[in-house]
């Protein structure tokens, strides 16, 4: 069974530019969560979907911060203006249901540094 | 909300002696508790969860208990071994989404 994929792996950028991120998830999986972890901290949800609809969005800072999952299925992440505060690891997870009580399948991360 | 307090943030221990990490929770409605486990430049991985119906559960080297009344659950690994150093992450299911401790960087010093 394919994993969760995540594009791309490392992102450099300057501060005020704008960045995306793609995911696609487990097959099948109804729910996707963005998460943003920075280093030495557990991770910080962004947003949570089910299937093309927002469970979930009150950490994500919506004056900068986007997310789409227009088919229920893949999902991108965008950033417009970044700022030096954004650099951390943008990981990717996905589950079969939405109930908070199953196993999250995460991705191997963007990895992104704002200079 | 439901807020997620881990501790410790830092433990090292002996190969082969055991290790216990230790999280509390707020909220009384939470029943699904989740240990993940991420080494280092890699992705968090489910090691063992258990549901608020039962007070402990243990797979192979690795055991969590539960306290709902105290609201504290705990992650026990026995014969530590130096594959088990790694960052873990307790997490509590709030709500439809799970709220995650801060990490407890896991050493194991040979």
């Known amino acids: 069974e394919a994993g969760v994929a995540q594009s791309p792996r490392y992102k450099i950028i300057e501060k005020r530019q704008s960045v995306a991120f793609w995911c696609n998830p487990i097959?099948?999986?109804?729910?996707l969560y963005w998460y943003q972890q920075i280093l030495g901290q557990g991770p910080k949800l962004l947003i949570q979907?089910?299937?093309?609809?927002?469970?979930?969005d009150s950490q994500l800072p919506k004056d900068r911060f986007s997310a789409e999952r227009l088919k229920g299925v893949d999902s991108t992440l965008k950033i417009q203006p970044a700022k030096l505060e954004d650099s951390a690891v943008y990981l990717c997870?996905?589950?079969?249901?939405?109930?908070?009580?199953?196993?999250?399948?995460f991705g191997p991360g963007t990895r992104l540094l704002v200079l | 909300g439901e807020n997620v307090e881990q501790h410790p943030s830092t433990l090292s221990v002996q190969e082969g002696d055991s290790a216990v990490i230790k999280c509390t929770y707020s909220?009384?409605?939470?029943?699904?508790f989740p240990w993940y486990k991420q080494e280092l430049g890699k992705r968090p991985q489910l090691i063992i969860d258990?549901?608020?119906n039962v007070g402990e559960k243990k797979d192979q080297r690795i055991a969590v208990t539960l306290n709902k009344t105290a609201k504290h659950f705990s992650l026990h690994i026995t014969e530590t071994q130096p594959e088990d150093s790694a960052v873990y992450f307790c997490?509590?299911?709030?709500?439809?989404?799970?709220?995650w401790g801060a990490g407890t960087k896991l050493i194991i010093k040979p």
């Open positions: 997870a996905s589950s079969l249901v939405t109930s908070g009580k199953e196993t999250q399948y």
């Open positions: 097959s099948g999986h109804a729910t």
């Open positions: 979907f089910q299937n093309n609809g927002v469970v979930d």
């Open positions: 909220d009384s409605a939470s029943n699904y």
């Open positions: 258990i549901r608020s």
């Open positions: 997490a509590a299911s709030s709500n439809y989404q799970l709220i």
